[in-house]
């Protein structure tokens, strides 16, 4: 039994959590943020999609 | 409005599914019994593997369904980007966690195992191709669609000679894959799946939102060039003989 | 008059990155025709002429040059056309005759052509001097030269007669009425509009990225 | 024109080019050879490590050299609009592809020839095997070309490409480095049987990349 090396598992678990949570927090306020502009420009702008080729 | 409810509800279960994984690899489940604890960092190590192979092969899906003129549509670039994106980071995870793992088993931080070695020249392609992307401009799509296939057709190549370095380096070592766990006991399976499970659900939550993101970006340049076009056309009709 | 258009572009919208170089173009050539396209600079002339060599991909409306629908297929009308762009095509470490003869060889036709070519554009003497070497004029009669050795059907020029010295000119004029004699389809974008009108071309108006005159409707073609 | 000549005509070109501006020769080769020493340098060759690493130095002299024959040869296309050219000469794609990377071929095997009687001198190597290295040089070559040249002609029409292709074409053609290098040493040990192992990967490498350049190249040189 290695013992002791709870330090790894939580070295290991501590920086995964934070990059994948870093990420996801940046994916959800970019998406409120565009969320807003989107809103914003589709009432004067007016909401038109074009026909993409 | 049923679109950000789909994907609040799907976060919140996400959420729930990563909070039980936690709960059942650092408590309930028992430590291994040969590398004790540090097997706990299997459940993270394997779905994190798991999702960098699945994620670029979405991206290699995508793409070529961007590809074919009869399927070709902005979503499918946005997946496959989104899916790079995930992809990379996954893999990025997979050989932080499979270096932190194997120092306290094999003592250095890095061993040339057949599986970490094809991972890292993975990491990199896939960076290489993020980096493409970044640069976007005309004709984009179609170029980092291409990209990506080349590059999803190195992933077999680089895998079969990395696997023919590591066997034939060390024939008969003594660095057989130790960090393949035998998992005998139930509740370690279980985790395991739990694990593998909530990661897939946060892969496809990210994509949704990396998706959406991407999409309202295109669909505000779009607006910009319909408006262009209009502002373009609407002075002219009193065009100068 | 049965009409066999060369040329038949309805609406077209072209992006130079995000801009809308074309927006609505319509412009309807037939073969053995000259057009002159007129028009203030960053009208959308060099992009309609891209377009037409497919360089430019159509964002929407319909195009349809040398019987190829250029909304599907970009490519394989370009064999039977040639353009001559601001740019000459030319390789600076190459000679002016071997970046000749290496244009007509692609679009598959002989050494021979190119010198012939040459020499109708005066290019004997610059035969041997690198592609670098060469000067605005001269590298404007090579990319004239490398035009004509194509043997074009549909023949593209913008700005032919821009940095060409009076014999130049009275040379390319000189081509440009015996290609039209030969059958083939001239659209040229000029702002010489003596020149063009001594040539006898249709003068179409591009302005703001659309065309004025592009279409020539049943009755007047009848009568001209 | 049959789908060799176009070939032959454009890796002619591009090897004339080459012959005229002399880069490959003039600067490229010192580069290798400036590379073999650098690594002498670093290894401290007291230890007589240099002898058991040669291949690998080798073949990462070779590798980086290559990278800069694909910059070269998508620089000649970038000047004058000669992009615009190649598109509008009306060849295929695959043959354009093949050109352009038989003539970064020939290049580096040429710079591979004068290297390893660098790295015989500099490294103190005694040559055997050569009935498999030879091929396995040749094989490893072929897939350095094609896989560079595909990624040139992807990276063509961007702004940062000197950074991006680097970046872009090590990973791709990692699985070339390990088995140029163990095929390279196990010849040299003697161990032929194992070398033809690897020389077959290097073999499945080439053709895949030179397929996929075939393919790709074509619509890469439409985008770029």
């Given at each position: 039994?290695?013992?002791?090396?709870?330090?790894?598992?939580?070295?290991?678990?501590?920086?995964?959590?934070?990059?994948?949570?870093?990420?996801?927090?940046?994916?959800?306020?970019?998406?409120?943020?565009?969320?807003?502009?989107?809103?914003?420009l589709?009432?004067?702008?007016?909401?038109?999609?074009?026909?993409?080729? | 409005?049923?679109?950000?409810?789909?994907?609040?509800?799907?976060?919140?279960?996400?959420?729930?599914?990563?909070?039980?994984?936690?709960?059942?690899?650092?408590?309930?489940?028992?430590?291994?019994?040969?590398?004790?604890?540090?097997?706990?960092?299997?459940?993270?190590?394997?779905?994190?593997?798991?999702?960098?192979?699945?994620?670029?092969?979405?991206?290699?899906?995508?793409?070529?369904?961007?590809?074919?003129?009869?399927?070709?549509?902005?979503?499918?670039?946005?997946?496959?980007?989104?899916?790079?994106?995930?992809?990379?980071?996954?893999?990025?995870?997979t050989?932080?966690?499979?270096?932190?793992?194997?120092?306290?088993i094999?003592?250095?931080?890095?061993?040339?195992?057949?599986?970490?070695?094809?991972?890292?020249?993975?990491?990199f392609?896939?960076?290489?191709?993020?980096?493409?992307?970044?640069?976007?401009?005309?004709?984009?799509?179609?170029?980092?669609?291409?990209?990506?296939?080349?590059?999803?057709?190195?992933?077999?190549?680089?895998?079969?000679?990395?696997?023919?370095?590591?066997?034939?380096?060390?024939?008969?070592?003594?660095?057989?894959?130790r960090?393949?766990?035998?998992?005998?006991d139930?509740?370690?399976?279980?985790?395991?799946?739990?694990?593998?499970?909530?990661?897939?659900?946060?892969?496809?939550?990210?994509?949704?939102?990396?998706?959406?993101?991407?999409?309202?970006?295109d669909?505000?340049?779009?607006?910009?060039?319909?408006?262009?076009?209009?502002?373009?056309?609407a002075?002219?009709?009193?065009?100068?003989? | 008059?049965?009409?066999?258009?060369?040329?038949?572009?309805?609406?077209?919208v072209?992006?130079?990155?995000?801009?809308p170089?074309?927006?609505?173009?319509?412009?309807?050539?037939?073969?053995?025709?000259?057009?002159?396209?007129?028009?203030?600079?960053?009208?959308?002339?060099?992009?309609?002429?891209?377009?037409?060599?497919?360089?430019?991909?159509?964002?929407?409306?319909?195009?349809?040059?040398?019987?190829?629908?250029?909304?599907?297929?970009?490519?394989?009308?370009r064999?039977?056309?040639?353009?001559?762009?601001?740019?000459?095509?030319?390789?600076?470490?190459?000679?002016?005759?071997?970046?000749?003869?290496?244009?007509?060889?692609?679009?598959?036709?002989?050494?021979?052509?190119?010198?012939?070519?040459?020499?109708?554009?005066?290019?004997?003497?610059?035969?041997?001097?690198?592609?670098?070497?060469?000067?605005?004029?001269?590298?404007?009669?090579?990319?004239?030269?490398?035009?004509?050795?194509?043997?074009?059907?549909?023949?593209?020029?913008?700005?032919?007669?821009a940095?060409?010295?009076?014999?130049?000119?009275?040379?390319?004029?000189?081509?440009?009425?015996?290609?039209?004699?030969?059958?083939?389809?001239?659209?040229?974008?000029?702002?010489?509009?003596?020149?063009?009108?001594?040539?006898?071309?249709?003068?179409?108006?591009?302005?703001?990225?659309?065309?004025v005159?592009?279409?020539?409707?049943?009755?007047?073609?009848?009568?001209? | 024109?049959?789908?060799?000549?176009?070939?032959?005509?454009?890796?002619?070109?591009?090897?004339?080019?080459?012959?005229?501006s002399?880069?490959?020769?003039?600067?490229?080769l010192?580069?290798?050879?400036?590379?073999?020493?650098?690594?002498?340098?670093?290894?401290?060759?007291?230890?007589?490590?240099?002898?058991?690493?040669?291949?690998?130095?080798?073949?990462?002299?070779?590798?980086?050299?290559?990278?800069?024959?694909?910059?070269?040869?998508?620089?000649?296309?970038?000047?004058?609009?000669?992009?615009?050219?190649?598109?509008?000469?009306?060849?295929?794609?695959?043959?354009?592809?093949?050109?352009?990377?038989?003539?970064?071929?020939?290049?580096?095997?040429?710079?591979?020839?004068?290297?390893?009687?660098?790295?015989?001198?500099?490294?103190?190597?005694e040559?055997?095997?050569?009935?498999?290295?030879v091929?396995?040089?040749?094989?490893?070559?072929?897939?350095?070309?094609?896989?560079?040249?595909?990624?040139?002609?992807?990276?063509?029409?961007?702004?940062?490409?000197?950074?991006?292709v680097?970046?872009?074409?090590?990973?791709?053609?990692?699985?070339?480095?390990?088995?140029?290098?163990?095929?390279?040493?196990?010849?040299?040990?003697?161990?032929?049987?194992?070398?033809?192992?690897?020389?077959?990967?290097?073999?499945?490498?080439?053709?895949?990349?030179?397929?996929?350049?075939?393919?790709?190249?074509?619509?890469?040189?439409?985008?770029?």
């Amino acid at each position: 039994m290695i013992a002791g090396n709870w330090g790894y598992v939580a070295f290991g678990y501590l920086v995964s959590a934070a990059v994948l949570g870093a990420y996801c927090a940046r994916l959800a306020i970019g998406l409120r943020r565009a969320r807003a502009t989107h809103l914003r420009l589709g009432e004067d702008g007016g909401e038109r999609r074009s026909t993409a080729p | 409005m049923i679109e950000r409810l789909r994907s609040a509800w799907l976060g919140a279960l996400t959420s729930v599914a990563l909070a039980a994984t936690l709960l059942f690899a650092l408590v309930i489940a028992p430590p291994d019994s040969v590398q004790g604890d540090a097997a706990r960092l299997l459940y993270l190590h394997v779905p994190a593997a798991w999702l960098a192979y699945l994620a670029f092969f979405v991206t290699a899906v995508a793409s070529a369904l961007y590809l074919w003129p009869r399927t070709r549509r902005p979503a499918w670039d946005h997946l496959a980007g989104a899916s790079a994106e995930v992809g990379v980071i996954c893999t990025g995870l997979t050989l932080f966690v499979g270096s932190v793992w194997g120092k306290p088993i094999w003592g250095p931080w890095w061993e040339w195992e057949a599986r970490l070695t094809t991972t890292a020249v993975l990491f990199f392609l896939y960076l290489g191709y993020l980096a493409l992307r970044r640069l976007g401009g005309r004709g984009a799509e179609r170029r980092n669609a291409i990209a990506a296939l080349i590059a999803f057709v190195d992933v077999p190549i680089v895998h079969f000679s990395v696997n023919w370095w590591t066997t034939l380096h060390q024939e008969g070592s003594v660095f057989n894959d130790r960090m393949q766990v035998s998992i005998t006991d139930p509740l370690m399976s279980f985790t395991l799946w739990l694990a593998v499970g909530s990661f897939t659900l946060l892969y496809v939550w990210c994509c949704i939102t990396r998706m959406r993101l991407l999409e309202l970006e295109d669909g505000q340049a779009e607006r910009d060039l319909a408006r262009a076009i209009e502002a373009r056309v609407a002075p002219t009709a009193t065009v100068s003989a | 008059m049965n009409r066999l258009p060369v040329v038949s572009i309805r609406n077209a919208v072209c992006l130079l990155g995000r801009f809308p170089a074309l927006a609505g173009a319509d412009l309807e050539v037939d073969a053995g025709e000259i057009v002159w396209l007129a028009g203030p600079n960053g009208a959308g002339k060099t992009t309609l002429l891209r377009l037409l060599s497919g360089l430019v991909p159509l964002h929407s409306g319909s195009a349809r040059v040398l019987d190829v629908d250029l909304a599907h297929d970009r490519r394989s009308h370009r064999r039977s056309l040639a353009l001559v762009g601001h740019e000459t095509f030319g390789y600076d470490d190459l000679t002016g005759a071997s970046t000749l003869r290496f244009a007509a060889r692609a679009a598959g036709r002989s050494a021979a052509d190119a010198d012939a070519a040459g020499a109708r554009f005066g290019l004997d003497a610059l035969a041997p001097i690198a592609h670098a070497a060469l000067s605005a004029g001269q590298r404007r009669r090579l990319a004239l030269a490398i035009a004509f050795a194509r043997d074009p059907r549909l023949l593209l020029l913008a700005e032919p007669h821009a940095g060409l010295d009076a014999d130049g000119r009275r040379v390319l004029d000189a081509a440009l009425a015996t290609a039209v004699d030969e059958g083939r389809t001239v659209v040229f974008s000029s702002h010489e509009s003596d020149r063009a009108a001594a040539l006898g071309a249709r003068a179409v108006t591009v302005e703001g990225g659309r065309t004025v005159g592009g279409i020539i409707d049943a009755a007047a073609a009848a009568r001209r | 024109m049959s789908f060799a000549s176009e070939a032959v005509l454009i890796a002619a070109k591009d090897l004339r080019i080459e012959a005229r501006s002399r880069v490959a020769t003039a600067q490229i080769l010192p580069f290798g050879g400036i590379v073999l020493l650098l690594f002498a340098f670093a290894l401290d060759p007291r230890r007589n490590v240099l002898p058991t690493v040669a291949p690998g130095l080798f073949w990462i002299a070779v590798l980086l050299s290559s990278l800069l024959a694909v910059s070269r040869s998508f620089a000649i296309e970038a000047d004058h609009g000669a992009r615009d050219g190649l598109r509008l000469a009306g060849l295929d794609g695959g043959a354009i592809f093949l050109g352009k990377a038989a003539a970064v071929a020939v290049e580096l095997l040429a710079l591979e020839v004068i290297l390893l009687v660098g790295v015989v001198g500099l490294y103190d190597v005694e040559v055997h095997g050569l009935v498999v290295i030879v091929p396995a040089a040749i094989l490893a070559t072929v897939g350095l070309a094609a896989a560079g040249t595909v990624y040139g002609v992807l990276a063509a029409g961007l702004r940062v490409r000197e950074t991006l292709v680097p970046l872009l074409v090590l990973p791709a053609v990692a699985p070339v480095l390990l088995a140029a290098t163990r095929a390279f040493e196990l010849a040299l040990g003697e161990e032929l049987a194992d070398a033809w192992r690897w020389t077959s990967l290097l073999g499945v490498f080439a053709v895949v990349s030179s397929m996929v350049g075939v393919v790709a190249f074509g619509p890469l040189l439409e985008e770029s």
